[in-house]
């Protein structure tokens, strides 16, 4: 991974980022990608009408052809450019070789590739996401994008999660089946779990909280969460992991937060270098070379307090990059 001062130039053009939210994850992914492109960066926002402004002097309304690419940051700015540039299954572009082909992460959509030039829609080209959780579910089947999604937990995070609690071998995964039930299957189909056995556990209202711990969820050797709008509330968060802690079981989780809250490991995204990866994929197409969906930059946090608290036994070869804190 390049580091922030890395600069890079794709041609003269400024570069767009439309923002759905003025929030500090979206507003440092942004100043990771400024920081890495050596070419000017339009900043616009999606206002509660869900209409775009910028006070930038460059900006040029969201049409593509004012700009070298445009980036949309958050589920609403891709929603907005997929509905205002009318991406179908008849606009594939030809920046990869197959809709939605991701070599480090999981994507559901399997439509097939339309292998018709004619119907090529080249200005598909100049659109890339980040910081979405799940974009197949906003992005037409049989349309290829390229971008970062937030779709964490690949074959690769399950593997470092073994390699360093190699004692677990069953595993619940957290989540509201309304929400994630497609992600679950098709990550089973995909083989992301083929190293440790896995337990859907099905949150959708406080009775399932409270009833986390019994019966048949009970002999789980540790809890996942993956990203879930039902299952992201701190209140929510911090009881389960007590919980499992006074049962001695390990939560992992995905944020700063659950790290926080007791989570024996956490993947804790990098903002400002997933910013620097939106960079890199930039000059790729700028270079017309392939370009796909990628997993999202992340470091790994052990909390020591709570692995000794509950007596876990480190792999003898974990990452490298795993990081020990109190």
């Not at 700015?77 to 008849?90: C, F, I, M, P, R």
């Not at 920046?95 to 080249?122: E, F, K, Q, V, Y």
Request: aromatic share 6%.
């Amino acid at each position: 991974m390049p580091g922030l001062a890395t600069k890079v130039q794709a041609d003269n053009l400024p570069v767009a980022v439309l923002i759905s939210r003025e929030i500090k994850p979206f507003i440092e992914m942004v100043e990771g990608l400024e920081s890495a492109l050596d070419q000017p960066v339009v900043r616009i926002f999606i206002d509660q009408n869900n209409s775009p402004f910028s006070h930038d002097p460059l900006y040029k309304g969201t049409q593509l052809d004012n700009y070298s690419f445009v980036v949309a940051v958050g589920p609403s700015a891709l929603s907005y450019l997929v509905e205002n540039n009318k991406l179908t299954q008849d606009t594939i572009p030809n920046n990869s070789i197959a809709p939605h082909t991701n070599t480090d992460s999981l994507n559901t959509n399997t439509g097939s590739l339309n292998t018709n030039t004619d119907s090529l829609d080249t200005n598909t080209r100049k659109i890339l996401y980040a910081m979405v959780l799940n974009p197949e579910t906003i992005i037409p089947k049989g349309v290829s994008l390229c971008g970062i999604s937030l779709n964490l937990f690949s074959r690769e995070t399950i593997s470092k999660i073994k390699k360093v609690f190699p004692s677990v071998r069953k595993m619940g995964i957290l989540f509201d089946p309304d929400n994630n039930s497609d992600w679950f299957q098709s990550a089973k189909d995909h083989g992301v779990f083929n190293e440790i056995n896995t337990v859907p556990i099905y949150i959708k209202e406080q009775h399932d909280v409270n009833s986390l711990h019994q019966d048949e969820n009970s002999d789980v050797d540790a809890l996942l969460f993956i990203p879930d709008k039902t299952v992201s509330s701190p209140t929510i968060i911090s009881h389960i992991i007590k919980q499992s802690i006074a049962r001695r079981i390990p939560v992992i989780g995905y944020n700063s937060f659950f790290h926080k809250s007791g989570a024996a490991l956490s993947f804790i995204l990098d903002y400002k270098i997933i910013g620097v990866q939106m960079a890199q994929k930039i000059i790729t197409l700028s270079r017309e070379e392939l370009c796909g969906s990628s997993t999202p930059a992340y470091h790994m946090t052990l909390k020591k307090s709570v692995v000794e608290l509950l007596g876990l036994e480190l792999g003898s070869s974990v990452p490298p990059e795993l990081k020990v804190e109190p």
